[in-house]
């Protein structure tokens, strides 16, 4: 009995599993519209420019709450917080199919269910990277927040058939009424499971507590008081990886948004074989997300987070730099998606060295931080909807991939500000 007391249990890595999962149904709620898109404009007659307008709806919102998120997370916990938002956004995903057909008003409902939709999921990856600074050690939050964003690319992978299927069978509401029950059943499930601090779960052992408790000491104190919120708004750090993170988000919306559209109306391939090729850089993701956040692991242990968090981010936004600007001059629609697929699982190898650097540097602001970093990335998001197809339409559609490909290697230089060795947090003096 005593070998078994002392034999790690491994909850946070359940936890970690199921934040991917929660993470994969939020972007299935919010790729879904980039898959339907070509039904509704031709349902409401709206343009692709409108539509676009519609696609920033969802990253404005989602901008606007990171930061009142993250800051709900570290002051109600993230397993009621983000139990909250996916119940949430599993309603405004309903409501988006309930726009009646006819409407007048159209254009300005789906624009605001889908930014209510935003505000909901706002709270997704603050609330995680709040739970992570108090259950993962420092040393396996490559690994976990790899793990995490390879929900991102799952989700995003499965989306275009899963939608494309349903809609074909019956029509494109139907597939948001089957996210919205998705996101109901992984909040409660997450309800079920999670609790905000390990020495709170009943099912922890005593070797696992200690092995959390050793390898998050000193990173961050649980329980103490927020940061204040000009240390935040000074920190070059925090700059450096908001704007890195800018490039990042402006990026990887292009494929989120338009990549199943590029591939049906530029390229001229069918709904359903864009769907299967819409998989491949979404697939790319979510190997990459896992596989960068194990290399950052190894890298650090090696030879220090500056090479392993900093190095291995910049590494994967400049290749992403490359593989985009390349891929959209490519000859055949095959051959674009596969490059391009190559340029977002680059842009995702970086994924776990924002949330694990943004971890250690906000400790009980962790929350706070995080959203605060997100929200560059959202406000790239943004941008990308409703500026993508005005490029197009002016310069042609090789560029907008081309100013992607720039603000990757941005990114990649604004990597060089970083240091991963900072907490901004002071850890508590001995025997307070």
Same mark, same amino acid.
Request: hydrophobic share 50%.
């Given at each position: 009995?005593?070998?078994?007391?002392?034999?790690?249990?491994?909850?946070?890595?359940?936890?970690?599993?199921?934040?991917?999962?929660?993470?994969?149904?939020?972007?299935?709620?919010?790729?879904?519209?980039?898959?339907?898109?070509?039904?509704?404009?031709?349902?409401?007659?709206?343009?692709?420019?409108?539509?676009?307008?519609?696609?920033?709806?969802?990253?404005?919102?989602?901008?606007?709450?990171?930061?009142?998120?993250?800051?709900?997370?570290?002051?109600?916990?993230?397993?009621?917080?983000?139990?909250?938002?996916?119940?949430?956004?599993?309603?405004?995903?309903?409501?988006?199919?309930?726009?009646?057909?006819?409407?007048?008003?159209?254009?300005?409902?789906?624009?605001?269910?889908?930014?209510?939709?935003?505000?909901?999921?706002?709270?997704?990856?603050?609330?995680?990277?709040?739970?992570?600074?108090?259950?993962?050690?420092?040393?396996?939050?490559?690994?976990?927040?790899?793990?995490?964003?390879?929900?991102?690319?799952?989700?995003?992978?499965?989306?275009?058939?899963?939608?494309?299927?349903?809609?074909?069978?019956?029509?494109?509401?139907?597939?948001?009424?089957?996210?919205?029950?998705?996101?109901?059943?992984?909040?409660?499930?997450?309800?079920?499971?999670?609790?905000?601090?390990?020495?709170?779960?009943?099912?922890?052992?005593?070797?696992?507590?200690?092995?959390?408790?050793?390898?998050?000491?000193?990173?961050?104190?649980?329980?103490?008081?927020?940061?204040?919120?000009?240390?935040?708004?000074?920190?070059?750090?925090?700059?450096?990886?908001?704007?890195?993170?800018?490039?990042?988000?402006?990026?990887?919306?292009?494929?989120?948004?338009?990549?199943?559209?590029?591939?049906?109306?530029?390229?001229?391939?069918?709904?359903?074989?864009?769907?299967?090729?819409?998989?491949?850089?979404?697939?790319?993701?979510?190997?990459?997300?896992?596989?960068?956040?194990?290399?950052?692991?190894?890298?650090?242990?090696?030879?220090?987070?500056?090479?392993?968090?900093?190095? @291995?981010? !910049? %590494?994967? +936004?400049?290749?992403?730099?490359? /593989?985009?600007?390349? &891929?959209?001059?490519?000859?055949? *629609? $095959?051959?674009?998606?596969?490059?391009?697929?190559?340029?977002?699982?680059?842009?995702?190898?970086?994924?776990?060295?924002?949330?694990?650097?943004?971890?250690?540097?906000?400790?009980?602001?962790?929350?706070?931080?995080?959203?605060?970093?997100?929200?560059?990335?959202?406000?790239?998001?943004?941008?990308?909807?409703?500026?993508?197809? @005005?490029? !197009? %339409?002016? +310069?042609?559609?090789?560029?907008? /991939?081309?100013?992607? &490909?720039?603000?990757?290697?941005? *990114? $990649?230089?604004?990597?060089?500000?970083?240091?991963?060795?900072?907490?901004?947090?002071?850890?508590?003096?001995?025997?307070?």
């Amino acid at each position: 009995m005593e070998h078994e007391a002392a034999r790690p249990s491994h909850i946070r890595w359940t936890l970690v599993v199921w934040i991917a999962v929660v993470g994969a149904i939020s972007f299935l709620d919010r790729v879904n519209i980039s898959i339907a898109g070509h039904a509704i404009t031709q349902e409401f007659h709206l343009t692709n420019p409108q539509l676009g307008w519609v696609f920033s709806a969802f990253s404005l919102g989602y901008m606007l709450f990171q930061i009142p998120g993250g800051w709900l997370a570290d002051r109600f916990g993230p397993r009621k917080i983000l139990t909250l938002g996916a119940l949430w956004w599993a309603l405004f995903t309903t409501l988006t199919a309930w726009v009646p057909e006819g409407v007048a008003a159209a254009l300005f409902m789906f624009w605001s269910v889908r930014f209510l939709l935003g505000v909901g999921e706002s709270v997704m990856y603050p609330s995680s990277n709040r739970w992570l600074a108090n259950w993962i050690p420092t040393a396996e939050r490559g690994v976990a927040n790899g793990i995490i964003f390879a929900g991102v690319g799952t989700g995003a992978a499965f989306t275009p058939p899963i939608i494309a299927t349903i809609m074909v069978r019956y029509g494109w509401r139907a597939s948001f009424y089957a996210c919205a029950f998705l996101g109901i059943l992984g909040g409660l499930v997450w309800l079920l499971l999670a609790r905000n601090r390990p020495d709170q779960h009943p099912h922890i052992s005593k070797a696992e507590l200690d092995l959390i408790t050793r390898g998050t000491k000193g990173r961050h104190a649980s329980g103490a008081p927020p940061l204040p919120w000009l240390t935040l708004f000074t920190s070059k750090d925090v700059w450096a990886l908001t704007f890195s993170y800018f490039c990042y988000g402006y990026t990887a919306y292009i494929f989120f948004a338009w990549f199943f559209i590029y591939l049906t109306t530029v390229r001229g391939l069918d709904v359903r074989t864009s769907s299967y090729y819409t998989m491949l850089p979404f697939a790319a993701m979510a190997v990459c997300s896992a596989g960068g956040g194990v290399v950052s692991d190894s890298v650090s242990r090696r030879v220090g987070l500056r090479w392993g968090r900093c190095g @291995v981010a !910049a %590494a994967g +936004l400049t290749g992403a730099a490359v /593989f985009v600007a390349f &891929g959209s001059m490519a000859q055949s *629609g $095959a051959a674009a998606s596969l490059i391009l697929a190559g340029g977002a699982g680059s842009l995702y190898i970086s994924q776990s060295s924002y949330w694990s650097v943004s971890a250690g540097l906000g400790g009980s602001s962790s929350g706070s931080l995080s959203g605060m970093m997100n929200m560059g990335a959202q406000s790239g998001s943004a941008i990308t909807a409703v500026l993508t197809p @005005v490029i !197009a %339409a002016r +310069l042609g559609w090789t560029w907008p /991939f081309l100013v992607a &490909g720039a603000l990757c290697a941005l *990114g $990649a230089l604004a990597w060089l500000i970083v240091d991963p060795d900072r907490t901004l947090q002071e850890p508590p003096a001995a025997g307070a």
